[in-house]
Every structure is written in C-alpha cells, then in structure tokens.
C-alpha cells in the first residue's frame, strides 16, 4: 500500500507537498488504533486498574493521569475519586494537579488533534499568521473542539523544533517550515471517515 | 558490496521528511539491486541542510541534502552510493565549514552514531568518563568537576561541581539525581539532539554524578512535547541496564545506579528545579522556597542533584580528560564550550558548539547567514522568552555569562532567536507578559497578576495620547521592579527583562520617541 501511495502522490502531487502527505499517511495509520477517536465512552474498570498498577511508584499520580490520558484522550472528571482512591489522596489534591497541567485534556477530544507552536522562532518564522490561518481554515480556536467532533486545536509553547520554524503536530505527527499551504496540503490527506 | 546510508532519525529532521526520504532511498535500492543498509542517527545540526543523507565510503562520510524524495532517482542515477557527484552533494559530512569550525566537545557523537547501539558507543569513546571514575572517589570526581569550571547550561550558571560538592557532603540514606530536561525554551533544542542522538552520553553523566554524590536513584525529567527522545532514552536505559552499566552492581563495582524517564505534562515552570521537584513528587508544579537548596533537601526531602541535560552530558569528558582540559576553552568565568541553537529568521539555523567567548554576531552571520527572509536583521532574542532582546548594535557581545548580564541579559540554555525587520517589539513584550501569565504556577502574586496588568499596560502604553504615556511608561516600571523583586524564581523575575529590554532598545514600538526607552 505504501509503495503504492508514495507513487501515486509522485504523480499527482505538487513536489514541496509530496514529503507531507507522506509524513501524514503514516500518522493516519496510527489515528486508527486509537480507540478515543470517535467515541467519548470509558471504562471506569480500566481507569482503576491503571491506578492500582502504578500506584506503589513514587510520585504516582503524575504517571498515573499520564497514562489515563494515553488510554482515554482525555481525563474525565468521574476519575478523580477513582484515583484518589486507590493513591490514598484527596480528590482535591487529585483535581488539583489535573487542573494544573496544560497536557490534562478534561473534555474529550476530537477525531482529529492539531497543535500549533505559538513561541518565540516560530513567530520569527510567520507563526502568528499561520495560526490564523489554521484557525480560519479549521474554524476553530485555540483551546476548542469544533462542534462536529473533527478537529481539536491546541496551542503548544515550543516543540524544540524552533530550527525548522514554525512547527505544528498533526495527530502526534510533528511537521516543520510549515506554510498555509502545506498545512491545507496536510489537512486535505488526512483520512475522511475521521473528519 | 553493502553501502551504509546515514540518515537522521532526530525529529527534527523527521519533521521535514526524513522517514520518507528513508522508505524511498531503500524502495528504490531494491528496485536497482543494489545492497544498502540504512543506520539512523540524530541529527548533526545543519537544519538548513535536512533531511541531510550521508553516504559511507571507505575513508569518509559524504554528505548530500536538503534531500527531497523526488530527488532520490537522480541521486541512484549519479551513484550517489560512490560518493557521485549531484546538485545536493555536500562533500565530506565533516568538512562541511559550519561544522568543521565548531569545537564539538559535548556534541562529538550526535550525528554519527547510531543512538540505540550501546557498542557504537563505546567504539566512539562512551563510557571512558564512567571507568576513569570508577578508579577515583567520589571527592576526586568532584574535584574535576570543580576544576574544569563547569556552570549549569540550563539558564541559571550555577557551578555544578560546587552542587555535587554539597549534596555528597550531606549524608542521607537516599540521594537523588535528576536530570532537567524539561526544555521549555523557545529556540532551544540542545537537550533533544543529545537524547535524540547520544542518550548514552546523558546516562553516563548521570551515573558519574550518582557515583560521585552517593546517590543511588535517577530520573529524568522530561517534557511532553519530546515523544522521540523517551523513546530513544528508555531504548537506551534498558540496553544500559542489560549490558551492566546501571543497576544494582554496574560493571561489577557493588555500586547500584538506578534510572527512570518521567513526563512532564505541558507545563513550563517544572523547568524550574524546585517546580520539576514538586511535579516528580506527584503534586502540582509549584515553586519551593529556598533554602534549603535541592542539594541538602531535595526530591522527597533528600539530597538531590538537579543539573541540565547539557551540563551532564558534559561530564564524561571532562572526568575522562581531567577538568584543566576543560577549563582551557572559554573565556573569564564562563569555561568550556557552549552548544548554541540558533533560529527563529535565520538563513541557517542549526546547533553551534563553540568555546564561551564567541560574539553573536559571529553566530548570527558567520554561521547562520542573516536572516531567512533576506530582510534586516532588527531584533535578536537570547536566552528564551525570559532572555533580553538586543538591537543589530549590541551583536558584538561575545556569549560570555557576566558579559550578557552587564547589558541587561543572560545566556539562559544558549538559545538564540532572530527577527527581521517585520518583528513589533512591543508586541513581544506582551507576549513575555502574556506567556508569563499562562505559565505562572501562582504562588507568588507579583508573577501571577502582575503578568496579566503588565499585558494591560503594555495595550494602554501603545494606544495613549503622548501626554499619558509618561505615567503608564512609570506603572510599567514600578510593576517590573515589583515582580523581579517580589517572586521566587526566574518565570516571574526575568520576565521583566524582555519587556525592559524591547522598551528600551525599540521605544518606537510603544509609540514613543526613539531616545525615551532608557
């Protein structure tokens, strides 16, 4: 299949586009496999059995939501006392550090997740108006899920990718010396049943 | 014949293409019938040039790049495999001039070797720091340390012999080391290339402070945003603990060295030592006051070494060589080399690994070319979004820690990011401001509100009629003072040094006469 794409876009591909599209057919393989992008339902079984794995390391609970999150996209709220719980903590102290970190999703995602670096050398780079851009064409803000469930965007402060500036991710996919362009170029490969 | 073919696996260069460039370059090697095997390395630093491919010959490594994979038939077809000659051919990988005249001491492997082979290595001289430490005590470890003038690369300077010095004469039935690579930074990417490139080198380091300190666990804390380098890493922690060179007996000494990678979670304040202490214990990344420093009551209340990626990964080769050899780069009081990330609007944005000393305009031009768009250069940002911004007339500071400070700014992880021309300075004051109130974890109350009205003020400075300037002008600084005075640590101190900075070199970007920033 892949051989099959790489030539298929050769041909019908613009060339500066051909190395993205690429980039993300991989990406969309993994979009597959997970099993929050399309549906918002959990198991509270397997929230406690993650809780109850990692619970004798030190300083679980940063591992603890981190792994939630891998599993579920998200955090829901109905955690905090399934992990408070089994830590022998508050559900405060647990809401709290939830609520502290930007990486804690407490709604769920969309199918579709793209973040935007908003940092120094990607502004350097026209970062500020490719984040326009993305917004318009997503309609979409920073911070929100569309309506239909297709696309979250977030903003990122730095991916340490500032010599290829500017950078976004694409559904985990890192992307660098990204224009308008190729961001549609991007956007237009990604699979349609996830839109 | 079998010819090996380098090609980055840093994501860096992924993100431009690199595992494409991979898939093709071996599709189209089976398609010819001709034998290649494919190492994937990290990334030498020439961003410009990825995703850079190089071809070994018999005596050397060519290079050729940027390469794009419509371009690989044509590389195939000037037997690129033989060194042929083809538009995108660089010569020597080695001889490239932005790499040939840096003094790579810290950097020496990454690029070259194969990050997840622990003999590749050791055949590049990993590992000799550990065994030359194994024969010292933990005082004479120190000592080097001490001697070889080593200061934090995070963005503080401390001197970390001095921080080994403290935590091995606390006694504790635990000590800790933690690696900071929680790196936050915008333009930085140091960190990265040596987890993504040399991880040995970071475990290495790591080892040697625990045997030099008495501590007996490790973890490195490392940011979200880095998915390769955790992978890479824990590839390289479980090859280190196979081969014995971490565990409960390493290399047969009795001496136990332990080591786990811990995610941060997006939040740029676990940078700061006590915040990263904080998040590894479990809690919310809030600052500690201080004292007691980390070195005497640190992660769960032990000694704990906290050090920079950088700063560790600098270890092994000044226990291997002996710290004198290491203090003869540099200049005054900063000794030995620095890693320099250069880019933001820059021609050639890469990793410059240079003896402290160098000016930034030779980084800024020598190296990186001027800027990206061909437009003048206006603004310079060093150090991170708590670093100064300088106009074209200071680039001829030399990199140099008391040097930057005495105009107003600081090294901070060696991150350098360039503006052209289109770059408002006062609205990347607000964006300091704006920054510091989204990261600010709270507890000080000068950082936490006093970043939310300087980004008001900052709105009010540029729309005032010029009669009201003068008193908003007066409350930005009173609030400045306020905040670099009346807060813990460096997010809510320094973030008054980009604003100042942008005030005072571009005060037409306010909306003020040009000779009133002051």
């Known amino acids: 299949m892949t051989a099959k794409f790489v030539w298929m876009t050769l041909v019908l591909g613009r060339e500066q586009d051909i190395q993205f599209g690429l980039l993300l057919a991989a990406s969309q393989k993994w979009t597959h496999r997970v099993p929050w992008m399309s549906t918002t339902r959990w198991d509270k079984a397997k929230v406690a059995a993650i809780a109850q794995e990692l619970k004798d390391k030190p300083g679980a609970l940063m591992p603890v939501l981190r792994r939630v999150q891998d599993e579920l996209g998200w955090v829901p709220a109905e955690c905090v006392p399934i992990v408070a719980e089994v830590l022998n903590l508050s559900r405060a102290e647990v809401h709290g550090v939830l609520s502290f970190y930007h990486d804690f999703r407490r709604d769920p995602p969309g199918r579709n997740i793209i973040k935007v670096c908003r940092a120094e050398s990607c502004q350097a780079m026209g970062g500020v108006s490719l984040a326009e851009h993305i917004k318009r064409r997503l309609g979409c803000d920073f911070g929100h899920t569309r309506g239909d469930g297709s696309f979250t965007l977030e903003p990122v402060y730095c991916l340490g990718n500032c010599a290829c500036s500017p950078a976004v991710v694409i559904n985990g996919q890192l992307l660098g010396r990204v224009t308008p362009e190729r961001f549609d170029a991007a956007i237009s490969e990604l699979d349609e049943n996830l839109l | ?518």
């Open chain 2, 1 to 518: 014949m079998t010819v090996r073919v380098y090609i980055p696996r840093d994501s860096g260069a992924r993100s431009l293409g690199a595992d494409t460039v991979a898939r093709a370059i071996e599709l189209e090697a089976k398609k010819r019938g001709e034998q290649v095997s494919l190492v994937r390395t990290g990334s030498r630093g020439l961003y410009w040039l990825e995703p850079m491919v190089e071809v070994e010959l018999s005596d050397r490594r060519v290079a050729y790049g940027p390469v794009n994979v419509t371009d690989i038939p044509a590389l195939f077809d000037a037997d690129f495999l033989n060194g042929g000659n083809h538009r995108l051919a660089l010569g020597r990988a080695d001889e490239i001039p932005y790499l040939k005249s840096q003094e790579r001491l810290t950097f020496s492997r990454v690029g070259i070797v194969d990050p997840y082979s622990l003999p590749d290595y050791i055949s590049h001289g990993g590992y000799r720091g550990l065994e030359r430490a194994l024969a010292l005590s933990p005082e004479q470890i120190v000592e080097e340390v001490v001697v070889s003038g080593l200061r934090g690369r995070g963005g503080a300077g401390f001197p970390a012999g001095i921080k080994w010095r403290t935590t091995l004469q606390t006694s504790a039935s635990q000590k800790y080391i933690v690696a900071n690579a929680d790196e936050g930074d915008s333009g930085t990417f140091a960190d990265r290339m040596i987890m993504e490139g040399d991880p040995f080198l970071l475990i290495e380091g790591m080892t040697i402070a625990a045997i030099a300190t008495g501590a007996t666990e490790g973890f490195i804390y490392l940011r979200s945003e880095y998915p390769d380098a955790l992978h890479t890493l824990q590839a390289a922690i479980n090859a280190a603990v196979s081969a014995g060179y971490l565990g409960d007996n390493i290399l047969g000494t009795g001496r136990r060295f332990l080591l786990e990678v811990r995610m941060g979670a997006g939040a740029y304040i676990c940078g700061e030592e006590t915040a990263m202490l904080e998040s590894l214990e479990g809690k919310r990344g809030m600052v500690r006051f201080k004292p007691p420093v980390p070195a005497i009551a640190g992660l769960f209340g032990r000694p704990t070494v906290i050090n920079n990626v950088v700063t560790l990964a600098s270890v092994p080769l000044i226990v291997e060589r002996g710290g004198a050899f290491y203090k003869e780069y540099g200049v005054g009081r900063s000794r030995g080399t620095i890693p320099i990330q250069l880019a933001g609007n820059v021609k050639r944005p890469g990793l410059i690994e240079k003896p402290f000393g160098i000016t930034l305009r030779e980084i800024i031009y020598d190296y990186g070319g001027g800027t990206a768009s061909g437009r003048p250069l206006r603004a310079v940002q060093v150090g991170g979004p708590l670093g100064a911004y300088f106009p074209e007339s200071l680039l001829d500071q030399p990199i140099d820690y008391e040097a930057l400070a005495a105009q107003g700014g600081l090294v901070g992880h060696g991150g350098i990011v360039v503006f052209d021309e289109s770059v408002n300075l006062a609205r990347q004051a607000r964006y300091a401001m704006e920054f510091c109130a989204l990261e600010s974890c709270g507890k000080c109350t000068p950082c936490r509100i006093g970043s939310t009205r300087g980004m008001e003020i900052i709105d009010e400075i540029v729309v005032a009629r010029d009669g009201e300037k003068a008193s908003r002008l007066e409350l930005l600084r009173d609030l400045c003072d306020t905040m670099s005075a009346g807060s813990l640590c460096a997010l809510g101190g320094l973030t008054p040094l980009p604003v100042m900075s942008a005030l005072r070199h571009f005060p037409q970007d306010f909306g003020l006469p040009p000779s009133s920033g002051g």
